[in-house]
């Protein structure tokens, strides 16, 4: 890919040494709500919040090659983030309103690339539900929106990583057996569309194309394919693209995340590195809630650093370098 020399330096930025994009994110915001208020049922606080992202981004980012932050809670993490560590920020609102159909996205109403590359980011990151099969009407508003978002970016010449999410419109529990029989071609047409000229995209940010727990070997319950299957599905995945593309960790523990970018590997997907969120500092929650700032700092410095630094260790063996042209 050919960039302008300001986009190949924030590109730049966003890798380590390796050229591999090794971020971590914590742009989490209604979902964080969530797991805080599980050790905390008298109610979370904005405060709770900024001071977690701050904890995992000053005790983290020395480990990590960039950190993916969201401008309503995560900007004073960012000010604490090490030197070297890229930053993205989130330009979505979190979640989508149930009452309308179709999952349409939306920006933070306060915000602008413009404001957001002021405010230091090195990269813009969006998030996107999308159904490749639902309603013309409905993706074509998606289509549209993109299309705006790319330009925007374009035109602050800032790097546009587009988060990809897939959805079933007729299922709502993407933890079925059903939904993982047709998650491949919901991910990996998805792919294939936005991979298009017209979204100015540069990184496409997205899930593995199979639910793990439904793979040959990697489950004692019910397969929904099989090894050669699943493998089939990353190497298609690979070729759904000629963009750079990273993959998000959707919650998974450490350990499965880490297997599966293995299994990635031999399947012959040129992934060029991740986005890993939950899988890495989620196991802290709990003792910033129930510990306080003590604990979460040394559950962050032990098995928080050793998450990422095995993860480091995977991606060296398994993430393709991206060459900057």
Known sequence: MQFSNAKKQLMQNLLNDHGIIAALAI??????????????????????????????????????????????????????????????LAYEKTGYDATVKGRLPDLLSVWSVRRLKDAGADAIKFLLYYDIDEEKYINEQKHAFIERLGAECAYYDIPFYLELVSYDANNDDSSTIEFAKVKPHKVND????????????????????VNMKYVEGFTDGPVAYSKQEAANYFKQQSESTHLPFIFLSAGVSAELFQQTLFFAKESGSRFNGVLCGR???????????????????????????????????????TATPLKLA
Request: glycine residues 6%; positive net charge; charged residues 25%.
């Open 27 to 88: 742009d989490q915001r209604g979902a964080l709500k969530k797991m805080i208020t599980k050790y905390k049922p008298s109610g979370v606080k904005e405060q709770d919040l900024i001071d977690y992202k701050k904890l995992v981004s000053q005790v983290l980012t020395p480990y990590s090659s960039s950190i993916l932050l969201d401008p309503e809670y995560g900007l004073p993490a960012a000010k604490v983030r090490h030197k070297n560590a890229g930053l993205l």
């Open 190 to 209: 998805m792919m294939k569309e936005f991979s298009k000229p017209c979204y100015k995209i540069d990184v496409l940010k997205v899930e593995v194309p």
């Open 279 to 317: 899988a890495t500092w989620a196991n802290g929650v709990e003792q910033f809630v129930v510990g306080g700032e003590k604990a979460a700092i040394q559950w962050l410095e032990t098995q928080g650093r050793k998450n990422i630094e095995t993860l480091n260790e995977v991606l060296a063996k």
